[in-house]
């Protein structure tokens, strides 16, 4: 009897931790390339923009995507930056405002694209 129990536990408590695990965030940014620039140079700078926030942001673990049109308008892209909850947004999104090393890359970024327009989402994985 004391081991259906002890399962019975276990599996409660797996199941809760699914259950009440944090949903990630998703921030979406909506971009346009400057004349002349890439796609290849926008992978190069979101590159080392990733591998600085995730040596700085504690626990790291946030990862980005940029996703190109191959229907419909091609004249802009987006960036999907994801991170694992709420409180790696918000000190991400500290270390954006105050850190000179990610300021320096968010500059570069700046002669190769332009942004318009930024949604920050809670994202449920079914």
């Given at each position: ?5 002890k399962?019975?536990?276990?599996l409660?408590?797996?199941?809760s ?5 944090e ?6 940014w909506?971009c ?22 995730n ?15 191959r229907?419909?308008?091609?004249e ?10 709420l409180?790696s ?7 954006m ?7 320096a ?22």
């Open positions: 009897m004391k081991i259906p129990l399962i019975m536990i276990v409660s408590l797996a199941f931790f699914f259950a009440f695990a949903k990630q965030i998703v921030e979406v909506q346009k390339l400057l004349e002349g620039k890439t796609m290849k140079e926008v992978a190069v700078l979101n590159d080392r923009w990733v591998k600085f926030m040596a700085t942001v504690k626990g790291g673990g946030i990862n980005s995507y940029d996703l190109e049109p229907v419909g308008n091609q802009t892209f987006m960036f999907v930056d994801v991170y694992p909850n409180e947004w918000a000190a991400g999104d500290n270390v405002e105050n850190d000179k090393g990610v300021k890359i968010l500059k570069e970024l700046k002669l190769v694209v332009k942004c318009s327009s930024n949604t920050l989402y809670t994202s449920t994985k079914h």
